[in-house]
């Protein structure tokens, strides 16, 4: 199916005749989802300089590089499929698709390019374990998640979580050619933190999703209980993250961070518990919860990098 | 290429469509110099 694609020019929308695009750079750009690639791209990094043995830097690179270029067709492919949900969400209507400047054969030809070029070149340049494991979170972000699971479940952050699990594993395997503990527990806290980083963000965007008819776990489930789980897994997420300094895998450098950062992020989580707004106006702790997550992991990994680089 | 677009809307749609080549010419340009890069490590010792 090949779709006119249109977009505001001089005030007035103009209509591409099918086949004419009239998208710009950074509309592919966008599909891309850069905000999204930049904690993969980090959280790779943050492995493969942790992972013992020698890669060449080039290599390593090119490595990140795959990485973040499969993390941006999962992106292009996932706005793809949720064009028709984009479009009815406030901070999701402006993208490419919705907004007309990409045609939906555009998008899928993209993504399906980048992923199967990231993984080529991932096995050819790098390790085929690192390349299978690549097209592994592709396929889950692309299918199992934004096909599957998202318009099915409130529990679709928990397994989709998984899908932006993955690259500290390839990033590990990059250099080693395996995957040892280490890495499995660097999956384990990411997968751990998406659901208290998603939730938070869903309850105080919770009429965009009502709206869009995602089943996201405030809109199926209500407030209360979100704000319970959010809990929930950061009591989970925080004794897992201080695993690997507890089973002697890092050092103290990152033992004494899992730990601060741990402990601050339950207080946030023991506010988001205890707020009972209902409108987002009031959601101080929830945004508060949210921005600090992104903050938490941040200094989790580069703790790991320190760890090995500073004091090992 | 038939379409009934006013000047001003030709000009936006030609800079556009100057944006995406350059970009594309990037893209491969970068590729050439990665299988390139890629051949030399293997390469040497």
Redesign the interface.
């Known amino acids: 199916m090949t779709v006119a694609t249109s977009t505001a ?2 005030g ?1 929308v ?1 209509t ?2 099918p086949g ?6 950074r509309d ?1 750009l966008a599909l891309l989802k850069p905000r999204v690639m930049s904690l993969v791209i980090f959280s790779a990094a943050c492995a493969l300089l942790t992972a013992p043995g020698h890669v ?1 830097p ?2 390593g690179a ?1 490595a990140i ?1 795959c990485v973040a270029i499969g993390a941006g067709a999962s992106g292009a492919l996932n706005q793809w499929y949720e064009a028709d949900i984009d479009a009815l969400m406030k901070r999701t209507a402006d993208r490419p698709l919705p907004a007309g400047r990409v045609s939906p054969d555009e998008a899928l030809a993209f993504g399906v390019a980048l992923a199967v070029g990231s993984v080529a ?1 991932m096995g ?2 790098v390790n085929w374990l690192a390349a299978g494991i690549l097209a592994g979170s592709i396929v889950f972000y692309a299918v199992i998640y934004t096909v599957w699971l998202k318009r099915r479940t409130p529990q679709n952050i928990v397994i989709g979580g998984a899908a932006g699990a993955f690259p500290p594993l390839i990033g590990w395997a990059a250099v080693t050619g395996d995957v040892t503990l280490l890495p499995w527990l660097m999956f384990a806290i990411i997968f751990l933190w998406t659901p208290p980083h998603f939730w938070s963000l869903a309850l105080f965007m919770e009429a965009d999703y009502a709206k869009a008819g995602v089943p996201m776990l405030p809109v199926v489930a209500g407030e209360t209980a979100t704000r319970r789980q959010i809990l929930l897994y950061s009591l989970l997420l925080v004794p897992v993250t201080a695993l690997p300094w507890a089973l002697g895998l890092t050092g103290w450098v990152y033992g004494s961070v899992a730990v601060v950062t741990g402990a601050i992020f339950i207080v946030r989580a023991l506010a988001v518990y205890r707020n009972t707004a209902t409108l987002a106006a009031e959601m101080g702790p929830e945004k508060r919860l949210f921005k600090y997550s992104l903050l938490h992991l941040f200094l989790v990994f580069a703790a790991m990098v320190a760890d090995h680089w500073i004091v090992a | 290429m038939n379409v009934d677009w006013t000047p001003a809307q030709t000009a936006e749609f030609n800079r556009r469509r100057r944006s995406r080549n350059f970009a594309l010419g990037l893209v491969l340009g970068a590729l050439v110099l990665i299988f390139f890069g890629v051949s030399l490590v293997k390469m040497l010792p």
């Open positions: 020019v001089d007035f103009v591409a005749p004419v695009s009239f998208a710009d750079w592919y060449h080039f290599i090119i590089l070149v050819l340049a």
